[in-house]
């Protein structure tokens, strides 16, 4: 009797211990199915996490980019009166560089006076064409009213040099040579003062402290000295001129002003005379750009800390 | 010869267990690794969520300042031209 309960216990035991075991294979195979499907979505989650960082590092460049252009944007004033200062600098380091010897390059500064007249739009369509900015010496002798044509407004073209990107400066109110400018030094300076505010109310703000003496600086003979004295304590500069093609003293042809001009032209850096009413001068003045082009002159507009400016 | 296939089979049992124990505590691993993982998916989800709202709001500003400001960018890319041509010859 106590021999079969022997027996009958061990079978019991075997089969709960081989149950047991089948439940903990089943199990295991159940776990290592999970796991495999664990192993393969962490590593699904690795790819949209290495994605999604990606897009993140873009966007994060996006944003960056973006806040730039809208900074650039919100203070374009800043930007481009920084952009006008750098590019100013650098032609003054260009000029510095040719008179070292350090640079074969050239210079020369087309300068036109006396206007706006009402072939000063003329002018400005050939420089536009060619891509070149110049000075404009100008003076209030028109009024309001074109002298080359009076039904036309002058006044109008102080605001054109400024948005076509040309240098303004100043050549007095009266250009009065022969009625009193050079008189005294307060005759002149005052006639400078006229013309400085003449151009600020035109252009909204312009301001400019480059002056060219009405017949040149020699026209002022004893009084040079004096004028210049007060050109410096009002912090003007002045300039007169290298190369010209003659309009200024009355021309017969524009064969004649071609031949003063390329007589003229010698130096490294040139700055030439030419007037705004000057048909002659207008006819020839796309020659004279190529011309000067052709013989490796970069063209540019006049500005205060030039060499070229007495100071 | 009973007592030997008991001992066999507790044998198995046991390597079993401890075969079941070990899957058991990597499973767990597996589950905390994905749940962290998750999380850290949704904070980049969101991060960018908030970036695109961002670039929208502010491609918005851009444009319409752009617009207000068009001829001064014009003026503005002309210097910048102008620059460059002369550094060129420096």
């Known amino acids: 009797m106590a021999r079969k309960n022997r027996r009958i216990k061990k079978s019991f035991i075997i089969i709960i211990l081989s149950i047991v075991l089948l439940l903990t294979i089943g199990a295991n195979l159940f776990i290592l199915y999970k796991n495999k499907n664990s192993e393969k979505e962490s590593l699904k989650l690795d790819k949209e996490y290495q994605t999604a960082k990606k897009n993140l590092d873009l966007e994060e460049e996006n944003l960056t980019k973006l806040t730039s252009d809208l900074d650039n944007v919100t203070n374009i004033d800043e930007k481009i009166a920084n952009a006008k200062k750098e590019y100013f600098e650098n032609i003054k380091k260009l000029e510095d560089k040719i008179l070292k010897g350090e640079s074969n390059k050239k210079i020369a500064y087309l300068t036109f006076d006396d206007g706006p007249y009402y072939n000063t739009y003329n002018v400005l369509n050939i420089l536009d064409k060619y891509n070149v900015k110049a000075t404009f010496f100008t003076t209030s002798i028109n009024g309001e009213k074109c002298f080359d044509n009076s039904k036309e407004n002058c006044l109008k073209l102080y605001k054109e040099y400024v948005k076509r990107g040309h240098t303004i400066a100043n050549h007095t109110f009266t250009h009065g040579i022969f009625k009193g400018l050079y008189s005294s030094k307060e005759s002149f300076i005052n006639a400078l003062k006229k013309q400085e505010e003449r151009v600020k109310e035109q252009t909204g703000g312009y301001i400019t402290n480059i002056v060219r003496f009405p017949g040149g600086s020699a026209t002022a003979g004893r009084l040079k000295n004096s004028i210049i004295e007060e050109l410096r304590k009002n912090n003007y500069g002045w300039v007169d001129w290298s190369a010209e093609d003659g309009d200024g003293r009355g021309l017969n042809s524009k064969e004649e002003a071609w031949e003063t001009f390329t007589k003229t032209i010698d130096e490294k850096i040139e700055v030439v005379l030419f007037h705004d009413y000057s048909t002659y001068t207008l006819a020839i003045l796309p020659k004279a750009i190529e011309y000067l082009q052709n013989n490796g002159y970069i063209l540019l507009p006049l500005f205060y800390e030039s060499n070229v400016i007495n100071k | ?90």
């Open chain 2, 1 to 90: 010869m009973k007592k030997i296939v008991i001992i066999i089979i507790a044998i198995f049992v046991i390597a079993s267990s401890t075969f079941l124990t070990f899957n058991i505590i990597k499973s767990v691993k597996f589950q905390n690794e994905i749940t962290e993982k998750e999380k850290k998916l949704e904070q980049l989800k969101n991060s960018l969520d908030k970036n695109k709202e961002k670039e929208t709001t502010k491609e918005t500003e851009y444009e319409n300042l752009k617009k207000e400001k068009n001829e001064q960018l014009k003026e503005l890319n002309e210097w910048q031209e102008k620059i460059d041509e002369l550094k060129k010859v420096l």
